[in-house]
Nanobody, 116 residues
Framework: VQLVESGGGLVQAGGSLRLSCTHSGSTSTIAVMAWYRQTPGKRRELVASITSGGARTNYADSVKGRFTISRDNVKNTMYLQMDNLEPEDSAVYYC??????????WGEGTQVTVSS
């Protein structure tokens, strides 16, 4: 059972990227999923989260109106569409999945760099 992120890279300010997180090894789709990010010397912070069926989402204030989280449970994949990127969005982005308090997975992370 693992999470694999993809889609990170280098982009100019104002540009867009779409991150993907594919979950393998479990047939259960009953799990909250989320994106976190971390820069050196700082705590990992929640960027956005989405409930099992995708009906409810939550965003950090700093990304509201610019980022969109979604999921496709048929493909076992979660996405983060990032538009109007800012240099402050540069970080390693991590995928998170929790089906219970005792079943939590993290991806290895994907680097996003936004140049000014």
């Amino acid at each position: 059972v693992q999470l694999v992120e993809s889609g990170g890279g280098l982009v100019q300010a104002g540009g867009s990227l779409r991150l993907s997180c594919t979950h393998s090894g479990s047939t259960s789709t009953i799990a909250v999923m989320a994106w976190y990010r971390q820069t050196p010397g700082k705590r990992r912070e929640l960027v956005a989260s989405i409930t099992s069926g995708g009906a409810r989402t939550n965003y950090a204030d700093s990304v509201k109106g610019r980022f969109t989280i979604s999921r496709d449970n048929v493909k076992n994949t979660m996405y983060l569409q990032m538009d109007n990127l800012e240099p402050e969005d540069s970080a390693v982005y991590y995928c998170y999945r929790a089906s219970s308090a005792y079943d939590i997975l993290w991806g290895e992370g994907t680097q996003v760099t936004v140049s000014s």
